[in-house]
């Protein structure tokens, strides 16, 4: 993946049950920090998911390209980028990626794919109040 300019990053700590029996992160557990990440990102744009979704307007991941490239392990602290941009007239792309905070090793490489819907169909991204103000 080219490397993207990253504009959020967001620090966690590994907690222990989120390590499987060979000591590491287990790796759906990585998909739950980018999604908080992007949540996160999202609600300081002023983009609220719950409100969206009583509005009936749904955002959702419709594919995820993962490259796992180093473990994590309990206590290990690291943080979560993500740079987002529009491809086509529907899609929204996230480019993700972890990195471990002591060594600074690439942990993730993820592209994350969402569309917008409404109601049930998609939607441009920019026709949806609060997402038009967006920069992607």
């Given at each position: 993946?080219?490397?993207?300019?990253?504009?959020?990053?967001?620090?966690f700590v590994v907690r222990d049950y989120e390590c499987d029996l060979q000591g590491i992160v287990n790796n759906a557990?990585?998909?739950?920090?980018?999604?908080?990440?992007?949540?996160?990102?999202?609600?300081?744009?002023?983009?609220?998911?719950?409100?969206?979704?009583?509005?009936?307007?749904?955002?959702?991941?419709?594919?995820?390209?993962?490259?796992?490239?180093?473990?994590?392990?309990?206590?290990?602290?690291?943080?979560?980028?993500?740079?987002?941009?529009?491809?086509?007239?529907?899609?929204?792309?996230?480019?993700?990626?972890?990195?471990?905070?002591?060594?600074?090793?690439?942990?993730?490489q993820a592209r994350v794919i969402g569309v917008c819907l409404e109601k049930g169909r998609p939607a441009k991204p920019?026709?949806?109040?609060?997402?038009?103000?967006?920069?992607?």
């Amino acid at each position: 993946m080219e490397q993207p300019t990253y504009r959020y990053s967001l620090d966690f700590v590994v907690r222990d049950y989120e390590c499987d029996l060979q000591g590491i992160v287990n790796n759906a557990n990585y998909l739950h920090y980018m999604e908080h990440a992007r949540h996160q990102f999202l609600l300081e744009q002023g983009i609220d998911f719950a409100r969206l979704h009583e509005e009936g307007v749904d955002l959702v991941v419709s594919r995820i390209e993962i490259d796992y490239k180093q473990s994590l392990r309990s206590r290990n602290a690291f943080t979560v980028k993500l740079a987002v941009h529009k491809e086509g007239a529907l899609r929204i792309i996230f480019d993700q990626e972890i990195r471990n905070k002591a060594t600074d090793a690439l942990v993730v490489q993820a592209r994350v794919i969402g569309v917008c819907l409404e109601k049930g169909r998609p939607a441009k991204p920019e026709t949806i109040p609060g997402l038009a103000g967006l920069k992607l």
